[in-house]
């Protein structure tokens, strides 16, 4: 009788380990190198890539696709620009500064929301927003993790 107490206990705490470890490295992928090789990338393969993606989700005419393909090569230099710029800050920015970079940053994505809609079909942009808000939802839930504790 004892024997088994002592194996069933044995296996309670090897389950509970188990159990707290979280996924392996294999299960979740290398997502962080995948970040890293996108941050490399020059604004003309981001923006292409970004084209791509989405005529795969919104099924773009040519037309779309070459006007999307001009809005998203110049977002991809737009951030590939703040990008380096926040690179290369030496000091912390005053509250004034960053609030003058995020209402800068917000006139931006209001712009390029406002271009995206001008060229999509009603359909596809709501499906393009629904897109986008599981995005952000999913990159919320990420926040302030790095990709070794994900």
């Known amino acids: 009788m004892k024997k088994i107490i002592l194996m069933m206990a044995f296996t309670v705490i ?8 979280g996924p392996r490295e294999s ?17 003309e393969q981001a923006a292409e890539i970004h084209t791509k993606r989405m005529t795969l989700d919104l099924d773009l005419t040519d037309a779309q696709q070459k006007q999307l393909q001009a809005i998203n090569l110049e977002e991809a ?12 800050m030496t000091e912390k920015p005053t509250s004034d500064e960053m609030a003058a ?28 927003e629904e897109t986008r808000a ?17």
């Open 134 to 150: 599981q995005y952000q939802k999913q990159m919320k839930g990420q926040k302030g993790k790095s990709p070794k504790n994900r």
């Open 27 to 43: 299960q979740r992928g290398n997502r962080g190198d995948r970040m890293e090789m996108l941050k490399d990338l020059t604004p």
């Open 77 to 88: 230099k737009y951030k590939k620009a703040k990008m380096e710029a926040r690179k290369n």
């Open 101 to 128: 970079r995020k209402i800068e940053m917000l006139d931006h994505q209001i712009e390029y929301k406002r271009k995206v809609k001008s060229i999509l079909t009603e359909e596809q942009y709501k499906k393009w």
């Open 14 to 21: 090897a389950f509970q380990v188990n159990a707290q470890q």
